[in-house]
Nanobody, 114 residues
């Protein structure tokens, strides 16, 4: 069974950076590279929303709220996807979820507060 293992969340101050990682374990590389990957987030009291996606071919898409501050990337050889988050704002506080096809990670809490 596929598992998405996320890491890198935590508490930071406004303006700081964080890098989230997600490993797609128990899956062969050729299958991993065939699917798009994404990061979503859910803030308290709000619905889950798209943050960024990266297609199998490498094209990326971002929500308006993070464009210019966040960068999504993938390392197919390691079966990982990353989310580099810069210039973090309090409104970025949320649980961040990694997505691969129909599979989801358990979520990482990111708190941006002074």
């Amino acid at each position: 069974q596929v598992q998405l293992v996320e890491s890198g969340g935590g508490l930071v101050q406004p303006g700081d950076s964080l890098r989230l990682s997600c490993l797609v374990s128990r899956q062969i590389t050729s299958v991993f590279t065939s699917k798009d990957m994404g990061w979503y987030r859910q803030a308290p009291g709000k619905q889950r929303e798209l943050v960024a996606t990266i297609a199998a071919g490498g094209s990326t898409r971002y929500s308006d709220s993070v464009t210019g501050r966040f960068t999504i990337s993938r390392d197919n050889s390691k079966k990982k996807v990353f989310l580099q988050m810069n210039s973090l704002k309090p409104e970025d506080t949320a649980v961040y979820y990694c997505n691969w096809g129909s599979d989801w990670g358990k979520g990482l809490l990111v708190t941006v507060s002074s």
